[in-house]
Structures are given as C-alpha cells and as structure tokens.
C-alpha cells in the first residue's frame, strides 16, 4: 500500500533536548511538506521540499530543521530554539508531474514537551 | 485579511439535512482548489479536489467561483458519520504552497 508514514505517534520530551520526527513517502512524489497545528487552529507550514537536497522555510520555521536526502525521507527536527514546541506536526507530499497536485497527510506525531 | 477564510461553525445539522459551506480566498492568482475533511485529533483527508466546472461525487457537490473567490461545499442527506471539520485549501500559481483555511465545523445530529 502506498502511503506516508510517521513515527512515532506520541513523542514526549524534556524542555532543552532536541527532538527528530520521521516521514516517509512511499507516494514517489516530489514535494514533501511539515506542518504544525495547534488545538483549534489551522495548519502552520514550517518547511517543505520540491526535491531532493532542496527545502524551503514556510511561514513558521524559527526553532526547526529539516533534511532531505533521500525522495522518500523529509525529518524534521524540532530545536530546544523552538519557543512553544508541544503541537500536533504533519507531514504531508504531492506530486509536481500533473494537476491538480493533491497532497496527502501521514497521521501524525504528537509532540508534548515538558 | 487572511488568505483562505471560512465559517468556523460550528454548523448543527440533523440527520438528512442538506448543507452548504463557503471559503473565500484573496488572491486572484488561486490555482488549485481542496475539500479536505479533518477528524477530531486525526490527519487531513482529501475529500475533494474542485474543478471550474463544479464537480460532485455521490453525496458531495464542490463548486468554484472565480469572479467571487470563493469555493463551496454541498453536503446532502447528511450521515452522522460526516460529523467532522472540513478545510479548504487553495493553491497559488507559481508556488509550491498550500494555504489552509481554519476549517467549518460540521455536527450532524441523529
């Protein structure tokens, strides 16, 4: 089954520590994409990626980094910089080879820092 | 003003009800238009992806005005089941970005 995958679901850290959050595509789409959403709000974009060894900052990525290596592999890791860190984190991919370029979520991970 | 706006509900519907939902969207340059539909503490799911020409799948009739900027949902004889927030989503030619609206707020009641 195709599919992007995140691991793990339920991530719960210490104030200072960094943290790494995994997704992967097995979609062979080109762009990949981390978002944040907060209880109640809608989703932030922190980075994406057309392509690999390529990334862009999104609109809320102070505090966050990201590699992409691989087509397959868009980590994310969520610095002790990252003032409000505890969110629910997405990622997401879609195809850039014909429209209308849908992208598709993995399930999740929920990040708790305390 | 904010890019993608919807009503946040949250909409109470009884069972078989018919109800519509807009979005409106600022930039004139809008490509690409998405009815996702979001479970409480779940992913995305698209529901559907919304054509110039309006599109309907089953249930669900997804419509697109470009003169007015704003996209719309139908949902008829509504399912407990469709209880859930649905996004609308729009994209920008020229971008790789995907603009979120805060989602509607759908409660369908037996």
């Known amino acids: 089954d195709g599919g992007i995958t995140q691991s793990p679901k339920y991530l719960f850290r210490k104030e200072g520590q960094n943290v790494t959050l995994s997704c992967e595509q097995n979609l062979n789409h080109d762009a990949m994409y981390w978002y944040r959403q907060d209880p109640g709000q809608g989703l932030r974009l922190i980075y994406y990626s057309q392509i690999v060894n390529d990334f862009q900052k999104g609109d809320i990525a102070e505090g966050y980094s990201v590699s992409r290596e691989k087509k397959e592999s868009f980590p994310l890791t969520v610095t002790s910089a990252q003032k409000n860190p505890t969110a629910f984190y997405l990622c997401?991919?879609?195809?850039?080879?014909?429209?209308?370029?849908?992208?598709?979520f993995g399930p999740g991970t929920r990040l708790t820092v305390t | 003003r904010k890019e993608v706006e919807q009503d946040p509900g949250p909409f109470n519907v009884p069972e078989g009800a018919t109800v519509a939902f807009n979005c409106t969207y600022s930039?004139?340059?809008?490509?690409?238009f998405f009815w996702y539909r979001q479970d409480c503490r779940k992913e995305p799911k698209l529901l559907m992806s919304v054509y110039s020409s309006g599109n309907e799948d089953g249930r669900f009739t997804a419509q697109l005005n470009r003169a007015s900027q704003y996209i719309s949902l139908l949902i008829r004889d509504s399912k407990l089941s469709d209880s859930a927030t649905y996004l609308c989503?729009?994209?920008?030619?020229?971008?790789?970005?995907?603009?979120f609206g805060t989602g509607t707020r759908l409660k369908v009641l037996a």
């Open positions: 930039n004139s340059a809008s490509q690409s």
């Open positions: 997401a991919s879609s195809s850039r080879d014909r429209g209308p370029y849908e992208q598709y």
């Open positions: 989503v729009v994209t920008t030619s020229g971008t790789y970005k995907y603009i």
